[in-house]
T-cell receptor, first 113, second 115 residues
Framework: DQQVKQNSPSLSVQEGRISILNCDYT??????FLWYKKYPAEGPTFLISISSIKDKNEDGRFTVFLNKSAKHLSLHIVPSQPGDSAVYFCAASSIYNNNDMRFGAGTRLTVKP | EAGVAQSPRYKIIEKRQSVAFWCNPI?????LYWYQQILGQGPKLLIQFQNNGVVDDSQLPKDRFSAERLKGVDSTLKIQPAKLEDSAVYLC?????????????FGEGSRLTVL
């Protein structure tokens, strides 16, 4: 069951421009959302998170937006840098389900110099 | 602070053979997870431990997969017998979160190829 979906397998942007990665979820019980970044041959690393009581969380160049009514979240990277090139996973968890974390399939971001 | 340690990094076996993966979480992290990541897909939870007790193993194929965390610290994941479709990266993660949400810290993963 794909409760977390990332419909764009890849995204390519120019250095300095905005990258927008999207994620949709189906389970309304999810109350915590995270983005992870993964480089080849490494494990995913945590990037940014947002609780369901908020609609925006910002950390430097990274901002996550949550639209609960649409069951949609997005990650904005501004400005994009070549070092941001990686696979980005959206994840969601629910305190009602032991906080087990469900992941999307990932979006491969390529930032061109 | 040392990260999540996993071994081996790579393993190639033939179908019907067995394999075991080891994970040592970050010191003090009570919760430990095993995820399976098949190429082109996101990580899929296999089993979650809280200390040495199983919290969720609903997605673990129990006819061939087993996992234990005997002393509430390190953990092993075993596959016996392996099938071709078990080829994947097996990720171990740990978390400080006990009753609340939080980020997971992942190891580098163990890549399994079943021939």
């Amino acid at each position: 069951d794909q409760q977390v979906k990332q419909n764009s397998p890849s995204l390519s942007v120019q250095e300095g421009r905005i990258s927008i990665l999207n994620c949709d979820y189906t389970n309304s019980m999810f109350d915590y959302f995270l983005w992870y970044k993964k480089y080849p041959a490494e494990g995913p690393t945590f990037l940014i998170s947002i609780s369901s009581i908020k609609d925006k969380n910002e950390d430097g160049r990274f901002t996550v937006f949550l639209n609960k009514s649409a069951k949609h979240l997005s990650l904005h990277i501004v400005p994009s840098q070549p070092g941001d090139s990686a696979v980005y996973f959206c994840a969601a968890s629910s305190i009602y389900n032991n906080n087990d974390m469900r992941f999307g399939a990932g979006t491969r971001l390529t930032v061109k110099p | 602070e040392a990260g999540v340690a996993q071994s081996p990094r790579y393993k190639i076996i033939e179908k019907r053979q067995s394999v075991a993966f080891w994970c040592n979480p970050i010191s003090g992290h009570a919760t430990l997870y095993w995820y399976q990541q098949i190429l082109g897909q996101g990580p899929k939870l296999l089993i979650q431990f809280q200390n040495n007790g199983v919290v969720d193993d609903s997605q673990l194929p129990k006819d061939r997969f087993s996992a234990e965390r005997l002393k509430g610290v390190d953990s092993t994941l075993k596959i016996q017998p392996a099938k071709l479709e078990d080829s994947a990266v097996y990720l171990c993660a740990s978390s400080q979160a006990g009753s609340g949400p939080g980020e997971l810290f992942f190891g580098e993963g163990s890549r399994l190829t079943v021939l």
